[in-house]
C-alpha cells in the first residue's frame, strides 16, 4: 500500500481540505457479507485490498438477515440446484437473468460447504449435517412439492455468516478502513473506474483510494420507505454513487415488502416462522391464505403473501382496533422448536410487541425488505454500461455485489433466503474477476489527475456550508412517507404521477437542507445529510422507472394493469439522472437474459406464476 498527503492548493475549495492518498491493487466499498467476501478473495490471492465501510464491519446489515441461504444440499430429501433454478426463475417472474440464476444456484452447495469450513456455526440435524428448513417459493421437483433447502444457524444466520467472514478477512490481510464514508467514484476520461474518493468520519479528512479494479457492496435504500426492515445505513450509497457517475441503475421500480414486519416497528420477524410451521390469520380467525395460494399456502412468494395481506385489510378482515395488521400465529408449535429454532424471533416479539409467541400472536404488517434493482451487472460482477447498441458492455474496473447490483437473479421478486445466496456468491465472483484482471494485466496503475475527486469534496463543502432552513429529518421523514403511499405494495398511475411530482419537488428542496454542526469530527448531521441525497437519488429513479411500466410482474403490482404483460414489458428498466441539479431521469431498456451458462440445464420458458 502507498500513501501520500497532498493539498490541492491551486483549488480554491480544497484548499480547506487536505487530500490523502491512498494506493491498492483493488478497493471494496462496503464490509457487509458481499464486501467481506470479495475483499477476502482478492487478499487471499496475494493482492492488496482496501475495505472501506461506513460501520465497523459487524454492524454492517448483513447480520440482521435471519432465515438462511439456500442451497440444493440434500440433507434432509434428494434437491437438485435445477430445481432451486426453478424456483428462482419462477419467483423472479421470468424478469431474471437465467444465465446468472444458474451460476448462482449451481455454485450454491459449494459455496455454503466453504462457508461451513470457515467455521459458520450451521444447525445441524440428528446425523450431524447441515440442517434445512422450509422457505416460501421453494420446490422439490419443479413445482410439485414443498422444498426444504434452506441452511440456517437457528434464526441468525447472516450474525454468523458475517463474523465468520470478518474473520476470514483478518486472516488473509485485508486493510480496513472502517467509518469511512465513501463519497464517488473517480472515473476517467474513457470511462474507466479507477478509485473512490471517501471522507473520514473521525475527522473530516479526504482520502483517495487509488485502485486498478473497485467493487461496490454499499447494501440497499431501503430507509427511503417509512416502514422498513433495513438498518439506518441502508441509504443506497453505492446506486447513487454510480448515478453521479453518469451510469445507469436497472429494475429499481422492484421494492420487496416482507409479509411479516411487526406491526408499528417494522421489525422483521423472519420467513423461517412460517417455514417452521406457524401461519398468518386475520381479525376472522382465518388461515386466508388458503384462499390466495391453495398449494403453497402460507409459504408462497413473498410478493403473493405481502399482497394477500393488503387485501384482508383493505376488505376489512384485519386484526386490532383499526382492523390495519393480521397475526402471525406461532403458539401451536412446541415450545422446543421456538426455543431451538427461532429464539432471536421469540426475543423480537417480546421485545418490539409485547408478545409472548408461545401464548399469543404476533401482529405483522407487509414492511420494505429489500431492493431487487441497483447497479446492473454480469454474472462476473462486472458492471454494464450500454453503449452504441451493446447492452452486454462493461465498465473497466468496477464491480458490484449483494442488494447494491442488479445481477440479475431476483428479476422483480426475490425469493426469502437467496439473498445470503446471492452476496457471498457474487462477492466471491468480482474478487475472482478481479483477480483475474490483476494477474492478465498487471499491477501497475496509471496517476490520478490532480483534481480527481475535487467536485466530490465541492459538494460536500456546499452541503456543510448551505445558507438554508430545512432541517434533514424533516425532508427525510417527507419523503418516506411519499414513497409508503405512493410506490407502496399496491401502485395506480394516478399514485405514482402524483409521487414523481412530489419527490421531484423534495430533490429540489434539497437545495434548502441546513446542516448545523460545522465541524469536522464525527459530525453526524452531515453524513445523514449526505444519505439523503443518496435516497433521493434512489428514490426518484424508483419511482420514475415504476411509471410507464403498465404491467404487473412480482413486487412491481398495478391495480389499473393487474396481469403481466410479457409482449412489451420482459425487459430491464435502465435509468439514468442526465441532470443531477434537477434530478431529471432518462429511461432506456435492456433485453432480459433468457438462456442459460451452459447446456447443463435449458431456459424455463414463461408461464403463469401460481403457488
Not at 439456500?70 to 424478469?95: F, I, P
Not at 454468523?160 to 473517480?186: C, K, P, R, W
Not at 412460517?274 to 390469520?281: A, D, F, K, N, Y
Request: charged share 20%; hydrophobic share 35%.
Amino acid at each position: 500500500m502507498k500513501r501520500s498527503v497532498r493539498a490541492l492548493a491551486q483549488h480554491k475549495v480544497t484548499q480547506a481540505y487536505p487530500i490523502i492518498d491512498h494506493t491498492f491493487d483493488a478497493v471494496v466499498v462496503g464490509a457487509g457479507g458481499a464486501g467481506l467476501r470479495a475483499a477476502m478473495g482478492i487478499s487471499a490471492a496475494g493482492f492488496d485490498c482496501a475495505c472501506i465501510t461506513k460501520l465497523y464491519p459487524t454492524r454492517s446489515h448483513t447480520i440482521a438477515a435471519q432465515g438462511g441461504i439456500n442451497a440444493a444440499l440434500s440433507n434432509v430429501a434428494q434437491d437438485d440446484w435445477r430445481w432451486h433454478m426453478y424456483d428462482t426463475v419462477k419467483g423472479a417472474d421470468w424478469l431474471g437473468d437465467q444465465d446468472a440464476i444458474q451460476y448462482m444456484c449451481q455454485e450454491a452447495p459449494a459455496i455454503v460447504a466453504e462457508l461451513e469450513q470457515m467455521g459458520v456455526p450451521f444447525s445441524r440435524t440428528p446425523e450431524g449435517l447441515i440442517y434445512q428448513r422450509p422457505f416460501g417459493g421453494q420446490s422439490f421437483n419443479f413445482g410439485k412439492e414443498q422444498a426444504r433447502r434452506c441452511c440456517a444457524a437457528s434464526d441468525r444466520t447472516g450474525h454468523a455468516m458475517l463474523h465468520t467472514l470478518y474473520g476470514q478477512s483478518f486472516q488473509y490481510g485485508v486493510n480496513f478502513f472502517n467509518e469511512y464514508f465513501a463519497l464517488d467514484l473517480i472515473m476517467d476520461s474513457e470511462g474507466a473506474c479507477r478509485g473512490v474518493i471517501a471522507m473520514s468520519l473521525e475527522d473530516g479528512s479526504m482520502h483517495r483510494f487509488r485502485a486498478k479494479q473497485t467493487i461496490l457492496a454499499t447494501g440497499g435504500y431501503g430507509r427511503a420507505y417509512f416502514s422498513c426492515t433495513s438498518a439506518k445505513s441502508c441509504t443506497g450509497d453505492g446506486i447513487a454513487m454510480a448515478s453521479r457517475a453518469g451510469l445507469p441503475n436497472s429494475d429499481l421500480e422492484f421494492v420487496q415488502f416482507h409479509p411479516t414486519g411487526i406491526y408499528g416497528p417494522g421489525v422483521l420477524m423472519t420467513e423461517g416462522c412460517r417455514g417452521e410451521g406457524g401461519v398468518l390469520i386475520n381479525g376472522e380467525g382465518e388461515r386466508f391464505m388458503e384462499r390466495y395460494a391453495p398449494s403453497a399456502k402460507d409459504l408462497a412468494s413473498r410478493d403473493v403473501v405481502s399482497r394477500a395481506m393488503t387485501v384482508e385489510i383493505l376488505e376489512g378482515r384485519g386484526c386490532g382496533p383499526k382492523k390495519d395488521h393480521v397475526h402471525l400465529q406461532l403458539h401451536h408449535l412446541e415450545p422446543s422448536v421456538l426455543h431451538d429454532k427461532l429464539p432471536g424471533i421469540s426475543e423480537n416479539a417480546m421485545t418490539f410487541a409485547g408478545v409472548n409467541v408461545e401464548k399469543e400472536p404476533v401482529p405483522v404488517v407487509p414492511t420494505v425488505h429489500y431492493t431487487m434493482g441497483g447497479i446492473p451487472t454480469l454474472w462476473t460482477g462486472e458492471v454494464v454500461n450500454p453503449r452504441n447498441g451493446d447492452y452486454e458492455a462493461i465498465v473497466p474496473g468496477l464491480l458490484a455485489a449483494g442488494e447494491t447490483a442488479c445481477a440479475s437473479v431476483h428479476g422483480a421478486n426475490r425469493l426469502g433466503a437467496n439473498s445470503l445466496l446471492d452476496i457471498v456468491i457474487f462477492g466471491k465472483s468480482c474478487a475472482n474477476t478481479a483477480v483475474f484482471a490483476l494477474t492478465k494485466e498487471g499491477r501497475a496503475q496509471d496517476e490520478l489527475p490532480a483534481d480527481a475527486g475535487e467536485m466530490s469534496i465541492a459538494r460536500v463543502d456546499k452541503i456543510l456550508h448551505n445558507k438554508g432552513d430545512l432541517p434533514t429529518a424533516r425532508l427525510r421523514e417527507s419523503l418516506k412517507g411519499t414513497m409508503a403511499l405512493n410506490a407502496g405494495v399496491f401502485r395506480t398511475q394516478e399514485l405514482l404521477d402524483e409521487g414523481c411530482q412530489k419527490v421531484n419537488s423534495m430533490y429540489q428542496q434539497f437545495e434548502d437542507v441546513v446542516v448545523d454542526d460545522k465541524s469536522p469530527v464525527w459530525n453526524s448531521n452531515l453524513v445523514e445529510t449526505l444519505e439523503l441525497q443518496n435516497l433521493l437519488t434512489c428514490a426518484i429513479q424508483t419511482i420514475e422507472s415504476a411509471r410507464p411500466r403498465t404491467e404487473s410482474r412480482g413486487a412491481h403490482a398495478r391495480d389499473d394493469f393487474p396481469d403481466r404483460d410479457d409482449t412489451e414489458w420482459m425487459k430491464h428498466t435502465l435509468s439514468y439522472i442526465d441532470d443531477l441539479d434537477k434530478g431529471t431521469v432518462r429511461l432506456d431498456y435492456r433485453p432480459v437474459h433468457n438462456y442459460t451458462l451452459t447446456n447443463e440445464v435449458e431456459p424455463f420458458e414463461p408461464m403463469k406464476r401460481v403457488y
